[in-house]
């Protein structure tokens, strides 16, 4: 740098003195925030530094040369602390690194003016210089070090074929949500290939018309998967409006407005898909002998002719069942339908996505099965009361508040059963009220018998569940392999990121389930369970967090989430819920596998997960307290319509001692970050038979993600929150959207490489599917976006396929 630059930065000295007080700044509330860390028991890191940066500053101010040996000093402190707490890991070094080395670079910019002759600034400009730059090119290597395994070869294709549990088969056609009542999200299609995809091009892309009004705006999440039976795709928006398209281009055949009101809108708007029934007997011509079945958010079963969408007239009255009938008076939004419903032996099963958090005393979980025909009830499944196979007596409604099944499940039309994955009681964080039948079924899969609605056999995935860990993903059902042939099985995966493997006949774990001892205490010491189960076979769980995990932008948004977490309740694995602090719940509510389910390539023998590890940083909020903030039930005074914000935060849970307030994502209020270390969803393929990962993989760039909401633009792939399942198909890929970047992305299976990407219009919170027409593989997502998420919105559904 020549003396004319020199003396031009230095400017009197105004330079270092500004850099000089910034470093006090910073200084002093490291020193605060680390002082208070240490008397927590924390690291000692921040304090030092702290006292550094403010001795630093001081010079600086002063204009002495010393104040930039010190902060050197501080900084290589730095680089040493770093890499002893995190090795060479990219996005942990990055709180810790970077913000350090910007002001390495500021403090160079301003050392001409520190130093009293030219030949010292050149030797001393030269010397820093020579060390930032290799600081840089340090930092910049340890960003681009990859620590995760090599992919393991794919199993060989030895795997019994299995066997169709569903009257619609997978093939030319995507005939369920999850490709078929089996839920196994395969395609046998192989004209897309790893080879190949490379070439994908958008084909067609077509409007629902379905956006948000003013009132519901911030509420929006379609989730939706078409179905394509024969000539024809099928799908609802996220209120309900069913449609009919052109598999190849798109083109609006029909469409069905059911006329949801946006007050029965629960937390989401979303329709995850429709279902499709053929009349068994009907003559090819005949009124409806093909339909379409829609449940939908104010509660009601619809069917509609496949061909025209007109209303079924002798389904239910006039098309249309009142799903709500024995349930008791409800808000709107209190009694929601959100996902597909399942027809196993002519028999319509509907559970409802009862809105979480509000009372105790909220509606029943009750399950019900309808003539897929009449829309006749069938039966009732009422857990408390087995005695009600029906409408309840006169006068009498369901059992309130039992666990429902908000999600879709999945049937085995051989076997007459259906598989629910339940969810838990109401209010999910305090369980106290519930009943011994409550405990015994909720957060479990459940086997109904489809023609009764009489249980067969229940397995539950966690006791007592007071952490919002209800089951939200079908069960897929496979032939795994056993000694001398194969066993009819479910594989479960859940939100605790745990994958069980049962006989799907009787419920029996066929890998190994480990007891654990769980942490007590808590507001309901008396209530926990002294143990717990995990599965052995595999976990997508990561390992409990430390210290360490914490992150940011900075090291003081970093040092604030470790005074977080040790301020806070954290005893790992199911800590119990606390009231006088926080605690940590990890995995958070949306962690493991959540609605987007599974999929598995049954013929290579090959589980495909998409995944979230993020942490929730909870609290129990004393009824007095909750009450001054004004958090009443849906429907009440003060309960609002269409509450905004993340599920669980400032849910009243009346009629128990405590309100809860939820941190979804544990997130910093100023920034925006989170304060776990990315990334915060991956990808992993898992060998069917033994149940040994593949690969592992993040799942989403940093390109619309950033702090203080700024999209940072980065295509880094930082593993990004993710909402929607994948699909496998038997060209070798993996097709899935989910995550928070607005991208669509082809998968080689066999390594986990991204082959292929394109933008979405909106976020692909959905789970895509492909099919053939017209001789032509295509690949269909959703883009409509996800409040939760903070995805844009948009009512768009794109269609790719080679040229």
Known sequence: MSDGIGRGLGGGGWAAWLLGAVFILIGLVLTVGGGWLIALGGSAYYLLAGLGLIASGVFLLRR?????????????????????????????????????SVLLVLLFLVLPALLPSPQGRRAAVGGLAGFVLLAIVGVAAMGVVNHRPSPGPLPEASLPTPADASPLPVGADWGAYGGDYGARRYSPLDQITASNVRRLKRVWLTRTGDMPSAAAAGKYGAETTPLKVGDSLYLCTAKNIMLALDPRTGAVRWRYDPKVPDAAIPYTAACRGVTYYQVPGASAGEACATRIIEGTLDGRLIAVDARSGQLCQGFGTGGQVDTKQGMGPAAAGMISITSAPTIVRGVVVVGHQILDGQRRDAPSGVIKGFDAVTGQLRWAWDMVRPDITGEPPAGQIYTKGTPNMWTTASGDEALGLVYLPLGNSAVDYWSGLRGPLENQYATSLTALDAT?????????????????????????????????????????????????????????????????KAPQGGVEPSQRSPTQITSGYHTLRKPDLTERDMWGMSPIDQMIC?????????????????????????????????????????????????????????????????????????????????????????????????????????????TGLLCKTPPYGGVRAIDLRT????????????????????????????????????????????????????????????????????????????????????????????????????????????????P
């Open 452 to 516: 009764t609605g009489r249980p067969v056999w229940s397995f539950q995935t966690v006791r007592k569940d007071v952490w919002d860990y209800d089951l939200g993903a079908q069960g897929t059902l496979i032939d795994f392999p056993s000694a001398g042939g194969s066993t009819p099985a479910i594989v479960l995966p859940s939100k605790q990121g745990d994958i069980y493997v049962l006989d799907r006949r009787t419920g029996r774990p066929l890998t190994s389930i480990r007891e654990i």
């Open 64 to 100: 002495q040369v010393l104040g930039a040996w010190i902060y050197l000093a501080v900084y290589v402190l730095t680089l040493i602390w770093a890499i002893w707490e995190v090795g060479l890991a990219g996005w942990p070094l990055v709180p810790r690194v970077v913000a350090p």
């Open 691 to 802: 149940g040994k990962t593949l690969w592992d993989e993040p799942l989403g760039t940093a390109r619309r993600n950033g702090p203080f909401g700024v999209a940072s633009m980065l295509p880094i792939n930082i593993g990004t929150p993710n909402n929607g399942g994948a699909v496998v198909t038997a060209g070798g890929v993996v097709f899935v959207a989910a995550a928070t970047d607005n991208l669509i992305r082809a998968i080689d299976l066999k390594t986990g490489k991204v082959l292929w990407s394109d933008v979405l219009p909106a976020g692909g919170q959905a789970t895509p599917m492909t099919y053939e027409a017209g001789g032509k593989q295509y690949l269909v997502i959703m883009a409509g976006g996800h409040h939760f998420m903070e995805t844009p919105i948009s009512d768009q559904l794109a269609a790719y396929a080679l």
């Open 562 to 670: 470790r005074i977080q977490f040790r301020r806070a309740s954290y005893e790992g694995f199911y800590t119990p819920p606390t009231s006088d602090r926080r605690w940590i719940q990890y995995p958070g509510y949306n962690g493991g596998t959540d609605w987007g389910g599974i999929a598995i390539d049954p013929r290579r023998g090959v589980i495909v997960a998409n995944y979230n590890d993020m942490p929730n940083y909870n609290r129990l909020v004393p009824r007095a307290e909750a009450d001054r903030k004004g958090w009443t039930p849906r429907g009440e005074a003060r309960g609002g319509s269409l509450k905004k914000g993340a599920e669980g935060a400032g849910d009243p849970q009346a009629g128990t001692p405590f309100a809860i307030d939820v941190n979804a994502g544990w997130r910093l209020p100023f």
